[in-house]
């Protein structure tokens, strides 16, 4: 297929339009009563001196497919390179590491909780948080975002999260960070679902990945994985579920952003699906299964994007490619709730 020829209608079983069907449930219309950051208030966090771009695809993936307000909690030395990349996001650079803090703060050896004060104070203003985009493995960032994961879990209602890139290694290290948390999506690729399996003494062998997906969230105590690869498998422990949507062939650096920012505005609109912010009809599908199907919306979007500019760009194709793509994707597999999907885009 040329590069500049339209994107062809989408191909996908008949278990995959079911699940777009039910994708679709989560998506709030568009009325005017609603008001400004109802429809999803997603914060990134992540973003160091070595990792601008990252928090930047993620959160602009979140704003694309249509949450309302998408912070960016960065370390200081990323804020302005974040900041010109787009003005719509809202940047603060109040993630700490060892390069932005004083000697008296280091001689003092300070908690993560007083180290993660500024982001623990907006925690009531979010629905979700996106941890792990750009992040590093300095230790007092990690420190910090210890404490993060902790209060995120403590606060009333639990503040649901997604976790990719060194939040995963993270939980490698402290598997009981998130070991229980049912509002938690992790996205780990083939070698980093394998480090979070030997991380809780699980032995995947060389057996079925879809029993593996399904035991580790079991063992996580029905966190939902999203094992990233050449098909994506989806489980929060109780069920499992496949999405073999068609992506692009190349494999840039930054794709999986795309698919944490999707994954935060889907748990977003998943929270007030369940807050019954407008009238989702009488037949209500639980936080269990909405948790899978939350996933499996931002696994199908990211899918779809990459195909979309694989077909554009070909081997040239980069994350920001990806970005582009995110709302004819979304309209081409879910579309609005009152119209449904358009393939012909």
């Known amino acids: 297929m040329s590069p500049d020829s339209n994107p062809s209608q989408i191909e ?20 005017e009563k609603f008001h400004k950051g109802q429809l999803g208030r997603v914060a990134v966090i992540g973003g160091s001196a070595d990792y601008t771009g990252a928090p930047y695809f993620s959160s ?25 990349y787009s003005p719509n996001l809202m940047v603060s650079p109040i993630l ?49 975002v210890k404490a993060v994961i902790a209060a995120a879990r403590k606060h009333d209602p639990p503040i649901p999260m997604v976790l990719d890139a060194d939040a995963l290694w993270l939980v490698q290290t402290d598997p009981d960070l998130i070991k229980g948390h049912k509002e938690c999506i992790l996205t780990p690729n ?19 990945p879809e029993k593996a997906c399904q035991e580790l969230s079991k063992i996580l105590g029905g966190v939902c994985i999203v094992q990233k690869g050449a098909v994506d498998f989806i489980s929060q422990g109780l069920d499992t579920i496949i999405c073999d949507l068609e992506g692009g062939l190349k494999r840039s650096g ?20 369940h807050e019954g912010l407008w009238d989702v009809g009488p037949e209500t599908m639980s936080r269990d299964e909405t948790l899978l199907v939350a996933a499996f919306g931002g696994a199908s979007i990211t899918r779809e994007c990459s195909r979309r500019a694989f077909q554009k760009r070909q081997r040239s194709l ?18 609005e709730p009152d119209e449904g999907p358009k393939q012909n885009l």
Request: charged residues 20%; neutral net charge.
């Open 96 to 144: 700490r590491s060892t390069a932005s803090i004083s000697q008296a703060q280091k001689d003092k050896d300070p908690s993560g909780e007083d180290l993660a004060k500024p982001i623990l104070d907006m925690l009531p203003r979010l629905h979700v948080l996106v941890i792990g985009p750009g992040l590093g493995r300095d230790i007092i960032t990690q420190k910090q």
């Open 190 to 208: 083939v070698v980093e679902f394998g480090r979070l399996a030997k991380s809780v003494g699980y032995d995947q062998g060389k057996g079925d």
């Open 318 to 335: 980069q994350a920001s490619d990806l970005t582009d793509e995110v709302h004819n994707s979304f309209l081409a597999l879910i579309g």
């Open 12 to 31: 996908m079983s008949a278990a995959t339009k079911a699940m777009l069907g039910k994708v679709r449930k989560l998506v709030p219309p568009m009325l």
């Open 254 to 273: 930054g794709q999986g952003d795309t698919l944490t920012g999707s994954l935060g505005t889907f748990l977003a609109w998943r929270e007030i699906y």
């Open 60 to 84: 602009m993936a979140s704003a694309r497919l249509g949450c309302d307000l998408s912070y960016v909690f960065c370390e200081p030395s990323a804020a302005q390179t974040i900041k010109s």
